[in-house]
């Protein structure tokens, strides 16, 4: 299978600027040219977006029509999956049956988004004058910068690009510089499915000047962000220039609880999802196990058998658990920060951390840090497949140990006491809790982090408000006339 990537702009699809190569994880090798945007095609982009907002081909559509043309949307992106999810695996590295599956439910994110337009409602109130009628019109919010990471970058454009399409907006979605295959593919169903042109633009491109023009634009009403903390940072700063609001997923660093009464086999395979699926490369990971102590020897035990037979492999085959990281960089970072770690005390429970293959593979590690506070696989947000482990005697100790912490974006507690789960959940400072589980998600329900996990939920009812503003009108119902404001009386 051959493909064409290009920029999407203004319902065109183009060479872009400049090309770039994009590397396969799995065997270290360019595999993909890819297009770049600088400064001239982000402003067109932009441009583009500003038009279609007040464009009677889409500010004229019914609520109602936006919907069906997202269910067409739904429709082909259901259809596409498996090319997609091809062109995600060669380009990140993430296992064939992880992006097949993703991808497949991406698909009910675009429906529920599709079937929320025309139920975005204005109200009326009630005002204290008699001569007067008041109602709220809801409106879309603007011109949308949408930036998301490169991994689960299907899922993360549809949590922004859905709700945003469904409340009337027009976006600019810029992909990762890292491996923007899919989004690049993806822009080809967007165009298939009939959108006017300049509704929907995707742009990727080399260096962060050009995000820095992108989230600064005097154009852009909203940036919609997902990744790490400095960069958001950096967003916000931009949007002093343009008074932009924001909404940030970025990282987390997410504890995972697990208490004594437990059903510890259920909770050791919560813990290898939460941490090895993915290789480790997910915001939510739950990258800090904190067990009590009386259980902490049977569940380690039993974690390391159970991570000594995840099958490592290419990440296109079906048999494969556990591919590769996605870049370079990130594996030396990695190597760097456990062997830090180390150095301050952590214990290596798990065997070898080489893989001898080509391409970016690092081995599923557990490091004990019972004791070590300071180490800094605790404390760092490594986007890899790192466990740190420490232990907790009483309730108070595990709520303290998970808030120690400067995110707060999910939280993973085990118990079969019911009363306890309800007391700890109510107290550990993060924006998702799951409870005897572990990433379950849906579009029903928001999603968000606490700190520098960011601000703002994507997903659910309320994510479509987000992409919204408020119009207040007034309708005088009285027939005399005004009199005149100067006239005693």
């Not at 259809?79 to 009910?108: F, M, W």
């Not at 259920?266 to 990971?285: E, K, L, M, P, W």
């Not at 974690?303 to 000594?308: A, W």
């Not at 490592?312 to 920060?337: D, F, K």
Request: glycine share 8%; with cysteine.
């Amino acid at each position: 299978m051959s493909f064409d990537f290009q920029l999407y702009v203004d319902g065109r699809f183009e060479a872009g600027a400049a090309k770039f190569g994009s590397v396969n994880s799995s065997t270290g090798e360019v595999w993909a040219q890819m297009p770049e945007a600088r400064t001239d095609e982000v402003n067109r982009a932009v441009e583009a977006a500003s038009r279609a907002l007040t464009d009677s081909a889409w500010a004229g559509l019914t609520a109602s029509a936006r919907g069906k043309l997202l269910f067409k949307l739904a429709d082909l992106l259901e259809k596409a999956a498996p090319r997609l999810a091809e062109i995600e695996t060669n380009d990140t590295g993430k296992i064939i049956r992880e992006t097949s599956s993703q991808i497949a439910y991406v698909v009910e994110y675009y429906r529920y988004y599709a079937g929320i337009a025309h139920k975005i409602e204005g109200s009326h109130i009630p005002v204290d004058k008699p001569d007067m009628q008041v109602w709220l019109d809801r409106q879309p919010v603007g011109v949308v910068a949408a930036i998301v990471p490169w991994n689960s970058q299907l899922f993360l454009s549809a949590v922004k690009l859905g709700p945003a399409l469904a409340a009337g907006c027009t976006v600019v979605l810029k992909a990762s510089e890292e491996a923007p295959g899919p989004l690049l593919e993806f822009a080809r169903v967007v165009h298939e499915a009939g959108f006017p042109a300049g509704v929907v633009n995707v742009i990727t491109g080399l260096g962060p000047e050009y995000g820095a023009v992108l989230s600064g634009h005097p154009e852009v009403d909203k940036v919609a962000f997902t990744g790490g903390p400095q960069t958001a940072k950096h967003i916000i700063a931009n949007t002093a220039n343009n008074l932009a609001k924001v909404s940030l997923e970025l990282g987390g660093k997410s504890p995972f609880i697990v208490f004594a009464d437990t059903d510890i086999q259920s909770a050791v395979n919560a813990q290898v999802a939460a941490i090895f699926a993915a290789t480790g490369q997910s915001c939510v990971a739950g990258s800090r196990l904190l067990v009590e102590a009386s259980v902490k020897d049977e569940f380690l035990a039993r974690l390391v058998e159970r991570v000594s037979r995840i099958q490592v492999g290419m990440p296109n085959e079906m048999a494969t658990e556990y591919g590769p990281l996605c870049t370079e960089r990130q594996l030396r970072h990695i190597e760097t920060v456990v062997a830090e770690s180390v150095n301050q005390g952590a214990k290596v429970l798990t065997g070898d951390k080489t893989i001898d293959r080509a391409g970016f593979y690092y081995a599923p590690i557990i490091l004990d840090c019972t004791g070590v506070s300071n180490a800094d696989s605790i404390t760092t947000e490594l986007f890899g497949p790192v466990l740190s482990v420490d232990t907790f005697s009483t309730e108070q100790e595990a709520i303290e140990k998970a808030n120690s912490t400067v995110y707060g974006l999910a939280a993973g507690i085990f118990t079969t006491n019911l009363t306890r789960a309800h007391r700890v959940s109510k107290r550990v400072r993060s924006g998702v809790v799951w409870i005897n589980t572990y990433r379950a998600m849906s579009p029903l329900v928001p999603f968000g982090g606490f700190g520098l996990s960011g601000h703002g939920r994507e997903g659910g009812f309320a994510a479509a408000l987000e992409y919204t503003t408020t119009k207040s009108v007034w309708l005088r119902t009285s027939d005399d006339p005004i009199s005149d404001p100067f006239v005693m009386r």
